[in-house]
């Protein structure tokens, strides 16, 4: 029997960490074949230029797609993705997968998806059912569930969100979040090598810090994460490890403010990509995570990690029993800062399962992608109940 080709598109950090140990598992099959494709912010030096992880990971990177404007117009985004429309409809004509995977809810998946019923190319979408009402990314998730030919939810419930739109249950496998399977055989950098690695103080508090932009209220501006962090270093004895904004109209303005507050405020460290090994290794030892991201509520729960989750980005979204929930008022945020660290809270989360999964996601798909009918999948039927 031929091997099965079947492609992965990935354009941003948080979205390959998620998928790297899916990656590793299709890369050493017996039964298919990988053809990675790459592109967007992994290709910008402004955030991290992190295609360079996914070769030292040693992944083969298959095609590259160069499609992010770097013009200063306000028509950036859709001129990016018109450009991605085109080169991925070239690749379609000339490769023509078996199937494509893609993760998530990023806005540059939509071209893809839409390629994908032009040239009835399966798709297989990982993350579907959730819920963030307070981003664009929650109509670009169930766009991407409508186009899906099959689906790899994180746990039943979100099941239950992907058969309410009508799609069959048997195309759905509730898998967990891949990502998490990485955490069971990671090499964790002892503490006080990763906190000389860092510039960071190993006897001093750490608060791990990522926000991203809002897509709908815009709220998360730089004049916002300013005030923030620089009360927190003012008032408190934590140090700050920043990461990069996403590419969202917004990021690029953030993550210029994370660099200069870096260069004002010694207790303020910004990297832009941090990487697998590093990230997962600092959230072991970190002593909050603060922010606006979803691997607050993904993943944070596996590292025993309070969370102040800031804003309406993930509104609507499950969230694991360590997650605080702040509005965008200071005195709240302050007060979530000193909450977190407590023993009543700590009460709440301490060794509690993930609902995002418990590590075996990457068995499971690979399990279904070995027993499905291929010539099955393009055929879909609406089921409403």
Same mark, same amino acid.
């Given at each position: 029997?031929?091997?099965?080709?079947?492609?992965?598109?990935?354009?941003?950090?948080?979205?390959?960490?998620?998928?790297?140990?899916?990656?590793?598992?299709?890369?050493?099959?017996?039964?298919?074949?990988?053809?990675?494709?790459?592109?967007?912010?992994?290709?910008?030096?402004?955030? =991290?230029?992190?295609? @360079? !992880? *996914?070769?030292?990971?040693?992944? &083969?990177?298959? $095609? %590259?797609?160069?499609?992010?404007?770097? #013009?200063?117009?306000?028509?950036?985004?859709?001129?990016?993705?018109?450009?991605?429309?085109?080169?991925?409809?070239?690749?379609?004509?000339?490769?023509?997968?078996?199937?494509?995977?893609?993760?998530?809810?990023?806005?540059?998946?939509?071209?893809?998806?839409?390629?994908?019923?032009?040239?009835?190319?399966?798709?297989?979408?990982?993350?579907?059912?959730?819920?963030?009402? =307070?981003?664009?990314? @929650? !109509? *670009?998730?169930?766009?991407?569930? &409508?186009?899906? $030919? %099959?689906?790899?939810?994180?746990?039943? #419930?979100?099941?239950?969100?992907?058969?309410?739109?009508?799609?069959?249950?048997?195309?759905?496998?509730?898998?967990?979040?891949?990502?998490?399977?990485?955490?069971?055989?990671?090499?964790?950098?002892?503490?006080?090598?990763?906190?000389?690695?860092?510039?960071?103080?190993?006897?001093?508090?750490?608060?791990?810090?990522?926000?991203?932009?809002?897509?709908?209220?815009?709220?998360?501006?730089?004049?916002?994460?300013?005030?923030?962090?620089?009360?927190?270093?003012?008032?408190?004895?934590?140090?700050?490890?920043?990461?990069?904004?996403?590419?969202?109209?917004?990021?690029?303005?953030?993550?210029?403010?994370?660099?200069?507050?870096?260069?004002?405020?010694?207790?303020?460290?910004?990297?832009?990509?941090?990487?697998?090994?590093?990230?997962?290794?600092?959230?072991?030892?970190?002593?909050?995570?603060?922010?606006?991201?979803?691997?607050?509520?993904?993943?944070?729960?596996?590292?025993?990690?309070?969370?102040?989750?800031?804003?309406?980005?993930?509104?609507g979204r499950m969230t694991n029993p360590n997650v605080y929930q702040c509005s965008l008022e200071l005195d709240e945020i302050l007060q979530g800062v000193k909450y977190v660290i407590t023993d009543d809270f700590k009460h709440k989360y301490f060794h509690k399962s993930n609902i995002y999964g418990?590590?075996?996601?990457?068995?499971?798909?690979?399990?279904?992608?070995e027993k499905v009918d291929f010539s099955k999948l393009i055929f879909k039927k609406t089921v409403f109940n």
């Amino acid at each position: 029997m031929n091997k099965r080709k079947i492609a992965v598109f990935t354009s941003i950090r948080s979205e390959y960490g998620l998928l790297s140990p899916l990656l590793k598992r299709l890369k050493d099959s017996t039964k298919f074949d990988l053809e990675l494709l790459v592109g967007g912010a992994h290709l910008l030096e402004e955030f =991290g230029m992190t295609i @360079n !992880q *996914i070769k030292e990971d040693g992944f &083969k990177i298959t $095609h %590259i797609f160069d499609f992010v404007c770097r #013009e200063n117009v306000s028509d950036s985004l859709t001129k990016s993705l018109s450009k991605l429309q085109e080169t991925i409809g070239e690749y379609f004509v000339n490769n023509k997968p078996d199937l494509i995977i893609v993760l998530g809810d990023r806005f540059e998946l939509l071209p893809i998806a839409s390629a994908c019923t032009v040239y009835n190319i399966p798709l297989a979408h990982i993350s579907g059912g959730e819920i963030t009402q =307070g981003a664009q990314d @929650n !109509q *670009i998730r169930h766009a991407l569930t &409508k186009l899906a $030919h %099959i689906h790899f939810p994180a746990n039943e #419930e979100y099941k239950k969100n992907i058969m309410r739109m009508g799609e069959e249950d048997w195309r759905i496998c509730v898998s967990g979040e891949p990502g998490l399977d990485l955490l069971k055989d990671i090499n964790y950098i002892p503490k006080l090598e990763l906190y000389k690695m860092l510039g960071l103080n190993a006897e001093q508090r750490l608060i791990i810090c990522t926000f991203h932009p809002e897509t709908i209220s815009n709220k998360i501006t730089p004049e916002f994460v300013r005030m923030v962090l620089k009360k927190i270093v003012n008032t408190t004895n934590y140090q700050l490890l920043t990461t990069a904004a996403n590419i969202d109209h917004g990021g690029v303005e953030i993550n210029r403010l994370l660099e200069q507050m870096a260069q004002d405020f010694s207790n303020i460290k910004y990297i832009r990509s941090l990487g697998q090994q590093k990230y997962y290794s600092v959230l072991k030892y970190a002593d909050f995570m603060l922010g606006n991201s979803s691997s607050g509520l993904v993943e944070a729960q596996s590292f025993n990690l309070p969370v102040i989750n800031v804003g309406n980005r993930q509104e609507g979204r499950m969230t694991n029993p360590n997650v605080y929930q702040c509005s965008l008022e200071l005195d709240e945020i302050l007060q979530g800062v000193k909450y977190v660290i407590t023993d009543d809270f700590k009460h709440k989360y301490f060794h509690k399962s993930n609902i995002y999964g418990d590590g075996n996601a990457c068995d499971k798909i690979m399990d279904y992608l070995e027993k499905v009918d291929f010539s099955k999948l393009i055929f879909k039927k609406t089921v409403f109940n």
